[in-house]
C-alpha cells in the first residue's frame, strides 16, 4: 500500500478538483465529467500475467481509492485515500456470447451513462473483457475529480510495462508516486515564489486583455451533447505539417494549434475582439517530479490571446504564435479556479472555455507480443466549441475531433465542419502561405 493509504488522512480537495465537485453539487443525477478509455488487445495474450498487471496499477493509483466527506450540506467536501474503496479488477467472459462485441459495448456505454454519485459510490472501475482466445478489452473508466487524460495515459502505459514484466520480459520499473506526495507537492507551490510570479504574470495579462466569457455551472443545458465529427487523417497531411513545423522551427504541436486557431478565426469571428481571439489550452501541468509519475487530476486550462496579422506569411505567425505559448506554459502551472476566484468570478460560476483546442502527443502503449488499439470513450464536459488533435509523438496517425453545442455549428455538418478544417491546414501549411482572414 502508498503512503496516502496507510495514513489515511483527511485532505481539502484541490482546485482544480473543487470545480468537478460543484458540478456535482449542481448534476448530481448527470454522468458529464466522466472519463473512459479503452485499449483493444489482438493476439497471443496471456490472460493471467495481463489480470495480474491490471490489479498491481490498480493497488498502485492512490485516486482509485479516493473517499470524499462533508460533515454536512454546507460544509467543504474532505478527501482520503482508503483501502476498502480500491475497485476490485472485474473479469467478464464474452467468448460463448454471439456478438461479443456489441455486447461488450453496450456494457461500457452502459457504464459510462450511469449516474456516479461521489458520495456514495466507487470513483473508478477497471474491467478486463475477453471477446475471444486472441482478443481482449481493458476498460478503465473514472470521474474526472481523480484524473485527467495524462494520468489514464500513465495508467495505460504502466499496465503494458507491468504486463511485459509477467511475461518475464522486462523488470517491473517504476511505480506511480503516491497522491499524498502530489498534494505535497501541490500545496509547495502554492505557498512559494514561483506561484507569486505566476500570479503578476496572469493578472497583468488579463488587465490588458479582452474580457472572458463566463458560464453558470447550474445551468439546465450544462454538459449538454452537442455535434460531433471526426477524421483520420492521411500520411500526406502529417507530412505537410512536419514540413511547416521544421521551417518554422517549431514542435508540430505548436504548428498544429496555431493553424487550428487561424481557422477558427475565421470560423468564429463573433469570438474575436478586434483582431484578439482568446482561446482555451489545455496544460498538461506536470513540471512537477512526483507529477510526472503520478496518475491524478493535474490538467489546467489557460487562455491565449492571438493577435492576428492580415497577410501575415504562415512561418512568421506559427512562429510568433509557438513563443506564446512557451510563456503561457512557463506561468501555466497557476490555476483557472485561482485566477477566477481573484477576478471576482464566484461560486457556480466559471470561465466559459471556449472555443477550446487541445493536441495531444501521446504515442498508445505497447503490449507485449499483441497488437494494441487505444481509443477514447469519454473525456468529461465541452464547452462551445473545441477541436482536439490526437496523434503519435512522431505526427503521424494523426485524428481530429470537434465538438460543437447546439447553436455553435452555423450551417455545416459536422463533417463539413472538419473537412473545413483539413482544407484550410493543407492550404496554409504549404511553402509560401500567408493567413487569410
Known amino acids: 500500500m502508498t503512503e496516502t493509504i496507510q495514513d489515511g488522512r483527511w485532505s481539502p480537495l484541490t482546485p482544480?478538483?473543487?470545480?468537478?465537485?460543484?458540478?456535482?453539487?449542481?448534476?448530481?443525477?448527470?454522468?458529464?465529467?466522466?472519463?473512459?478509455?479503452?485499449?483493444?488487445?489482438?493476439?497471443?495474450?496471456?490472460?493471467?500475467?495481463?489480470?495480474?498487471?491490471?490489479?498491481?496499477?490498480?493497488?498502485?493509483?492512490?485516486?482509485?481509492?479516493?473517499?470524499?466527506?462533508r460533515a454536512d450540506r454546507h460544509a467543504d467536501p474532505v478527501q482520503r485515500c482508503d483501502p476498502a474503496h480500491v475497485p476490485p479488477l472485474r473479469t467478464i467472459?464474452?467468448?460463448?456470447?454471439?456478438?461479443?462485441?456489441?455486447?461488450?459495448?453496450?456494457?461500457?456505454q452502459g457504464d459510462i451513462d450511469g449516474q456516479l454519485n461521489l458520495l456514495r459510490q466507487p470513483?473508478?472501475?477497471?474491467?478486463?473483457?475477453?471477446?475471444?482466445?486472441d482478443r481482449y478489452i481493458i476498460y478503465i473508466r473514472a470521474h474526472h475529480i481523480i484524473v485527467d487524460g495524462f494520468g489514464m495515459a500513465l495508467i495505460e502505459h504502466r499496465c503494458a510495462e507491468l504486463y511485459r514484466a509477467a511475461c518475464g520480459q522486462a523488470a517491473p520499473g517504476q511505480p506511480f508516486g503516491s497522491f499524498s506526495a502530489f498534494?505535497?507537492?501541490e500545496r509547495q507551490y502554492a505557498q512559494g515564489e514561483k506561484m507569486c510570479r505566476d500570479r503578476a504574470y496572469w493578472h497583468h495579462l488579463l488587465a490588458g486583455a479582452p474580457p472572458l466569457p463566463v458560464l453558470r455551472k447550474g445551468g439546465e443545458d450544462y454538459g449538454a451533447a452537442g455535434?460531433?465529427?471526426?477524421?483520420?487523417?492521411?500520411?500526406?497531411?502529417?507530412?505537410?505539417?512536419?514540413?511547416?513545423?521544421?521551417?518554422?522551427?517549431?514542435?508540430?504541436?505548436?504548428?498544429?494549434?496555431?493553424?487550428?486557431?487561424?481557422?477558427?478565426?475565421l470560423r468564429l469571428p463573433e469570438a474575436l475582439r478586434g483582431d484578439v481571439l482568446p482561446v482555451w489550452v489545455p496544460v498538461m501541468n506536470r513540471r512537477g517530479a512526483v507529477a510526472a509519475n503520478t496518475p491524478a487530476l493535474a490538467v489546467n486550462i489557460l487562455p491565449l490571446f492571438i493577435r492576428f496579422k492580415k497577410r501575415e506569411p504562415v512561418v512568421e505567425y506559427v512562429?510568433?504564435?509557438?513563443?506564446?505559448?512557451?510563456?503561457?506554459?512557463?506561468?501555466?502551472?497557476?490555476?483557472v479556479e485561482t485566477l477566477a476566484a481573484e477576478r471576482?468570478?464566484?461560486?457556480?460560476?466559471?470561465?466559459?472555455?471556449?472555443p477550446l483546442i487541445n493536441v495531444l502527443p501521446f504515442d498508445p502503449p505497447v503490449f507485449f507480443g499483441c497488437e494494441a488499439e487505444r481509443?477514447?470513450?469519454?473525456?468529461?464536459?465541452?464547452?462551445?466549441?473545441?477541436?482536439?488533435?490526437?496523434?503519435?509523438?512522431?505526427?503521424?496517425?494523426?485524428?481530429?475531433?470537434?465538438?460543437?453545442?447546439?447553436?455553435?455549428?452555423?450551417?455545416?455538418?459536422?463533417?463539413?465542419e472538419v473537412q473545413s478544417l483539413i482544407d484550410y491546414l493543407c492550404t496554409a501549411s504549404s511553402p509560401g502561405a500567408t493567413l487569410h482572414l
Open 319 to 335: 512562429q510568433r504564435l509557438a513563443k506564446s505559448l512557451h510563456d503561457l506554459r512557463l506561468h501555466g502551472r497557476y490555476r
Open 344 to 354: 471576482g468570478i464566484g461560486k457556480g460560476m466559471r470561465y466559459f472555455f471556449s
Open 93 to 108: 467472459d464474452l467468448r460463448q456470447r454471439a456478438s461479443a462485441q456489441a455486447v461488450a459495448d453496450a456494457m461500457m
Open 16 to 69: 482544480a478538483q473543487f470545480d468537478f465537485w460543484e458540478e456535482f453539487i449542481f448534476h448530481p443525477y448527470q454522468p458529464v465529467s466522466t472519463v473512459a478509455h479503452r485499449i483493444t488487445l489482438r493476439g497471443a495474450v496471456n490472460e493471467a500475467a495481463l489480470a495480474a498487471a491490471l490489479r498491481q496499477v490498480i493497488e498502485e493509483t492512490d485516486v482509485f481509492s479516493i473517499q470524499f466527506h
Open 227 to 265: 455535434l460531433h465529427g471526426e477524421a483520420q487523417l492521411s500520411p500526406p497531411f502529417s507530412s505537410g505539417l512536419m514540413a511547416l513545423a521544421e521551417r518554422s522551427d517549431v514542435g508540430w504541436p505548436d504548428a498544429l494549434l496555431a493553424l487550428s486557431a487561424a481557422w477558427m478565426a
Open 183 to 185: 498534494l505535497h507537492e
Open 123 to 133: 470513483l473508478a472501475a477497471v474491467w478486463l473483457i475477453c471477446l475471444a482466445a
Open 375 to 416: 481509443e477514447v470513450l469519454a473525456s468529461g464536459p465541452g464547452d462551445g466549441f473545441n477541436i482536439t488533435w490526437r496523434g503519435r509523438a512522431d505526427g503521424s496517425q494523426l485524428h481530429v475531433d470537434i465538438d460543437a453545442q447546439a447553436g455553435m455549428g452555423g450551417d455545416m455538418t459536422p463533417d463539413e
